[in-house]
């Protein structure tokens, strides 16, 4: 029979994950109601045909994604969303890893220019957006006088009306904003590589590059893969830099996935189309997670 003890235990146990459990609910809650009902209500709406004046739905099964992937304008979105995701993601990366081996050295007034450094991503994107329209605009952005005075172009720019210069701008500005969070993700991951490995590689004759690609890049692969992942769904998931500058201008030429949700929800009022893209969205998003992970995953297993 059962003694006296054990059933102590379990009631304590089973007590414990009541509590548990129970500190829980509220978390949970707040997830249900703004992430997974979200979710599924997109879902459920993308199999019908719902327009602003109309307040019954009309089931159209999959004719939302059909029409979706005949969509020519789907295509080109879809196409910049890539570019401007593995674009900026890269940039960012790299730029940021730069600043932060560069910010983890020790000089006079370190302190002073990693704050001045994270002054680009604490400004509100409203802000951003201002300053570079005003900075590269055509007729008087000081951007085409520097430019002109210093004779790199003989007739001013079209920074954000030019089919060609467009989408390359964009990425600039969304990377200039971008590297500060990146460089702080990087170096905060620096800090915690033990000096000794470092003072152990140089003792055997390990230039700053050797060490750099033997010590710094192994001990930050953690932090590495996760700050790309993170910068690659934020980059995708991207809508009020592109939409504060350009509108997905001029024409449809910088149309990006999240822009054309909103062109199609809040412009068409073709509720069904937008929640249809949402969804294409949310599953490219669900498996580079899933890739991620499974890689994740394989490392630790090999290592």
Excluded at 47 to 54: A, D, N, S, T, W
Excluded at 70 to 86: C, D, E, G, H, R
Excluded at 178 to 189: E, R
Aim: charged share 15%; glycine share 6%; with cysteine.
């Amino acid at each position: 029979m059962e003694s006296e003890l054990a059933r102590n235990q379990r009631r304590r146990r089973i007590k414990e994950a009541a509590t548990g459990y129970l500190l829980l609910l509220p978390v949970l809650l707040v997830i249900f109601l703004f992430v997974f009902w979200p979710m599924v209500s997109s879902l459920r709406m993308s199999f019908f045909k719902k327009q602003l004046g109309i307040s019954a739905m009309k089931y159209v099964g999959w004719k939302n994604y059909k029409d979706l992937f005949k969509n020519a304008l789907f295509k080109k979105s879809l196409i910049n969303s890539l570019i401007w995701t593995v674009a900026s993601t890269a940039f960012q990366f790299v730029l940021g890893m730069i600043c932060a081996l560069i910010l983890n050295q020790k000089f006079r007034g370190r302190g002073f220019w990693r704050g001045l450094f994270i002054v680009p991503w604490v400004v509100p994107p409203v802000v951003v957006a201002i300053i570079y329209r005003w900075l590269l605009n055509g007729l008087f952005g000081y951007a085409n006088q520097i430019f002109q005075a210093l004779h790199l172009f003989e007739e001013p720019l079209g920074w954000f009306s030019d089919a060609k210069l467009v989408m390359p701008v964009l990425i600039f500005i969304n990377v200039w904003r971008g590297v500060p969070f990146m460089m702080i993700t990087l170096l905060a991951g620096m800090q915690t590589i033990p000096m000794e490995l470092y003072e152990a590689a140089k003792v055997d004759g390990a230039s700053s590059v050797q060490r750099f690609f033997h010590v710094t890049i192994p001990n930050m692969k953690y932090v590495i893969s996760i700050g790309l992942l993170i910068y690659t769904l934020w980059n995708f998931n991207n809508f009020d830099m592109i939409y504060l500058l350009t509108k997905g201008g001029p024409g449809t030429i910088s149309f990006t996935l999240p822009v054309m949700i909103y062109s199609a929800a809040f412009e068409e009022f073709q509720y069904g189309k937008a929640a249809a893209i949402s969804t294409v969205m949310f599953l490219i998003l669900a498996v580079v997670a899933f890739i991620y992970l499974r890689l994740m995953h394989s490392e630790e297993e090999g290592s």
